[in-house]
């Protein structure tokens, strides 16, 4: 059998061995949650600053946003002024029209011809009386030289052109018009999706920095294990030795 | 009675070139006949004017339409 100094040195031995593997392998955990938890907080700071540059970023966007929507305000007043002039145009153009067709005195109608064709001190336009063909009747005609009545031809082709172009114009505005609104819907959207992605980054940026908080929690104070064995372990090992020290 | 620049004025509200026509056959009327013409109810839809002779004969508003190519019907005048 064994002596009791055998015995001791051999108790000795393994606790000596015990200590030291167990003090080994306590360095190499504590290094590594060291490792860690150095890294999660470097990866959390590196979190918060990009979320703050982002925030930045979006104040800086949206108040470029809100000039760009007040620059498009004081465009559709500008519009909105000039579609106000055309109406007062076309009503002024109306009421001139009429006063114009309305006139009796022929000399005032011969002297409006004039000054509308750029043809006054012309000394051949006037008034004439010819006689109506078999009637005794007299017409008053204004007589004019017969090439100035091409200034009245190429008036009445440019006014024919520009109701053509007036109402191609309409058509562009019009479909401007509708490329706005379809611009503004689009913009819409994707303020609707900014606003989703901005929701959606906030929650997991909240989940992100509430889990590394749990996670560097349970780093710097791991659960506590037992790794103490049993009486009844310690029993079987220590009769196990004695039985392997005897063979 | 309507004077010719009242007819002229009721005349102006239908399009130039109806309203222009009818006025010049009343200016003819007026400058070489005493007869008298009063228009009234205006139908801007159907270029349309009704008249009254005042005085005077339908012959001569007659005579000055049927020059410049104007259409009586009844006491209606329509270009």
């Known amino acids: 059998m064994f002596s009791f100094n055998q015995i001791k040195t051999a108790l000795v031995f ?15 955990t504590w290094q590594d949650l ?28 949206s108040a470029k946003q809100k000039q760009l929507e007040a620059a498009v305000d004081r465009k559709e007043k500008e519009i909105q002024t ?10 002024q153009l109306e009421q001139t029209n009429r006063q114009t067709i309305a006139t009796v005195d022929e000399q005032q109608i011969a002297n409006e011809f004039k000054k509308a064709y750029n043809l006054e001190g012309q000394q051949n336009i006037k008034v004439v009386k010819v006689p ?9 005609v204004l007589q004019l030289p017969v090439d100035y009545i091409k200034k009245t031809i190429t008036a009445k082709d440019s006014k024919i052109a520009c109701q053509q172009q007036s109402a191609l ?14 611009q503004k819907q689009n913009l819409a959207l994707e303020k609707q999706k900014t606003a989703e992605y901005q929701r959606g980054y906030d929650k997991a940026f909240a ?25 009844l372990e310690m029993t079987g090992g220590f009769l196990g030795g004695i039985f392997l020290c005897a063979l | 009675m309507a004077t010719l620049a009242q007819n002229f004025k009721l005349l102006a509200d239908l399009h130039e ?14 400058d070489n006949t005493n007869t008298k013409v009063t228009l009234k109810n205006l139908n801007k839809e159907k270029k349309t004017v009704d008249f009254v002779i005042e005085a005077g004969s339908i012959n001569d ?4 339409c049927d020059y410049k190519g104007i259409t009586i019907k009844g006491s209606t005048l329509s270009v």
Do not use: C
């Open chain 1, 14 to 28: 393994i606790l000596l061995v015990v200590i030291g593997v167990g003090g080994f392998q306590y360095y190499q």
């Open chain 1, 34 to 61: 060291s490792a860690k938890i150095a890294t999660a907080e470097q990866k959390e700071q590196d979190m918060r600053t990009t979320n703050a540059q982002l925030q930045a970023n979006v104040a800086k966007y």
């Open chain 1, 82 to 91: 000039h579609l106000q002039k055309i109406d007062k145009i076309e009503k």
């Open chain 1, 132 to 140: 109506v063909p078999g009637s005794p009747w007299k017409e008053k």
């Open chain 1, 169 to 182: 114009k309409d058509q562009v505005i019009g479909l401007n018009g509708d490329i706005l609104d379809l």
């Open chain 1, 207 to 231: 989940l992100y920095i509430e889990t590394n908080k749990l996670y560097l929690e349970l780093l710097k104070t791991p659960p506590k294990v037992d790794v103490t064995p049993s009486w």
């Open chain 2, 17 to 30: 070139d109806t309203a222009v026509l009818i006025q010049s056959a009343l200016r003819l009327i007026d």
């Open chain 2, 61 to 64: 508003l007659k005579q000055a």
